[in-house]
């Protein structure tokens, strides 16, 4: 369940699903505006709930609420995050898919009302926006893009998140 305490820690554990959806214009990446108006763009996705069906059609659900696509299969994952930020209480596991057959008008109508923008962004473009997210998302979101590697070689990546304030925090990769 999302956002539950964690049977072995006090931390709260939340899954979450990203989506690498690509066009000949480029990747899919959605501007957000975060608690305090911080913005950061990173590709669609965001917390699975536990009423969806399974982590792939809560996946297909954020990415249709935060731009309009639907995505009719995925491939994946191809990468996974794990962030835990024990000062501030909480773990994140997330999976990242790739998105084999889409279709569907950009259009973001995101109910949490997060997401405020969505297009896709050629690599430089992508290069240029990636300065703005958490380092859990940019690096390897960055080590896909020079790769572009699929689910068969996929990759794991592991950080420790220290601090309490957005725009103070220590983080770390781990070995994965």
């Given at each position: 369940?999302?956002?539950?305490?964690?049977?072995?820690?006090d931390l709260l554990d939340w899954t979450?699903?990203?989506g690498l959806v690509e066009n000949a214009d480029g990747l899919l990446m959605?501007?957000?505006?975060?608690?305090?108006?911080?913005?950061?763009?990173?590709?669609?996705?965001?917390?699975?709930?536990?009423?969806?069906r399974s982590l792939a059609a809560?996946?297909?659900?954020?990415?249709?609420?935060?731009?309009?696509?639907?995505?009719?299969?995925?491939?994946?994952?191809?990468?996974?995050?794990?962030?835990?930020?024990?000062?501030m209480g909480w773990r994140m596991s997330c999976e990242v898919h790739y998105a084999l057959e889409f279709d569907g008008e950009l259009l973001v109508d995101d109910p949490d009302e997060i997401v405020v923008a969505a297009e896709?962004?050629?690599?430089?473009?992508?290069?240029?926006?990636?300065?703005?997210?958490?380092?859990?998302?940019?690096?390897?979101?960055?080590?896909?893009?020079?790769g572009r590697w699929s689910s068969r070689d996929a990759q794991a990546f592991h950080y420790e998140v220290r601090g309490t304030r957005v725009d103070a925090l220590e983080v770390r990769r781990l070995s994965p």
């Open positions: 369940m999302p956002g539950a305490p964690s049977p072995d820690t979450v699903a990203g959605v501007r957000n505006v975060r608690h305090g108006g911080r913005v950061d763009w990173t590709p669609p996705g965001g917390v699975i709930d536990a009423t969806d809560g996946l297909t659900r954020e990415v249709v609420e935060e731009t309009g696509i639907t995505v009719g299969r995925w491939d994946g994952p191809v990468y996974t995050v794990r962030a835990d930020a024990p000062d896709f962004l050629d690599d430089a473009g992508c290069s240029d926006v990636l300065s703005t997210c958490p380092p859990w998302v940019r690096e390897p979101l960055a080590a896909w893009m020079a």
